[in-house]
Antibody
Framework: EVQLVESGGGLVQPGGSLRLSCAAS????????MHWVRQAPGKGLVWVSR????????SYADSVKGRFTISRDNAKNTLYLQMNSLRAEDTAVYYC??????????????WGQGTLVTVSS | EIVMTQSPATLSVSPGERATLSCRAS??????LAWYQQKPGQAPRLLIY???TRATGIPARFSGSGSGTEFTLTISSLQSEDFAVYYC?????????FGQGTKLEIK
């Protein structure tokens, strides 16, 4: 059974940093591109970042470029999102999500339960 | 930048009836369109990808159709567990982009 379990969310002050983790199990983690998607309270889904299967290529939404860094450790089956210079508008539930199996399949077939990040003073 | 528009924002339907949800793209996304279901407090669940292919474990009452700019998600006979928010997502153009969602509520 595919499982994605996020952790690391919490309350942080504006300008602060937080590192999210996503532990994967039930599939060959190193074979899949992975993504982060966020959802502000009461709002819709917004794609944040992606990383390819070996970690050599990354991409970011313009709203987080230069502040967030996605990475992965295939030996530990874990995805990360380092978030720096956090702003109030980054407040959201952050989901890690697995991409479809083929190159270019940028839909998300499995999702974690999400971790809440709150940026507030 | 591409824009994904879902309609209606809220749809009220009685259990056992058919529900039809629409998603429109501002430019062609070919068949690179997915649908998700999200219930309160839960993560989204993939229903449909490739505009019309049901994901693993998704009941046959869910069907997707369309290509280019116009897409439809149809739920043939609504069950109580189907009342939720539904999102479409295009993945033909970068970045992946979701619609704003349609809330399917009990009439």
């Amino acid at each position: 059974e595919v499982q994605l379990v996020e952790s690391g969310g919490g309350l942080v002050q504006p300008g602060g940093s937080l590192r999210l983790s996503c532990a994967a199990s039930g599939f060959t983690f190193s074979s899949y591109w992975m993504h982060w998607v966020r959802q502000a309270p009461g709002k819709g889904l917004v794609w944040v970042s992606r990383i390819n299967s070996d970690g050599s290529s990354t991409s970011y939404a313009d709203s987080v470029k230069g502040r967030f860094t996605i990475s992965r450790d295939n030996a530990k089956n874990t995805l990360y999102l380092q978030m720096n210079s956090l702003r109030a508008e980054d407040t959201a539930v952050y989901y890690c999500a697995r991409a479809g199996p083929d190159y270019g399949d940028y839909y998300f077939d499995y999702w974690g339960q999400g971790t809440l990040v709150t940026v507030s003073s | 930048e591409i824009v994904m528009t879902q309609s209606p924002a809220t749809l009220s339907v009685s259990p056992g009836e058919r529900a039809t949800l629409s998603c429109r793209a501002s430019q062609s996304v070919s068949s690179n369109l997915a649908w998700y279901q999200q219930k309160p407090g839960q993560a989204p669940r993939l229903l449909i990808y490739g505009a019309s292919t049901r994901a693993t474990g998704i009941p046959a009452r869910f069907s997707g159709s369309g290509s280019g700019t116009e897409f439809t998600l149809t739920i043939s006979s609504l069950q109580s567990e189907d009342f939720a928010v539904y999102y479409c997502q295009q993945y033909n153009n970068w970045p992946p982009l979701f619609g704003q969602g349609t809330k399917l509520e009990i009439k």
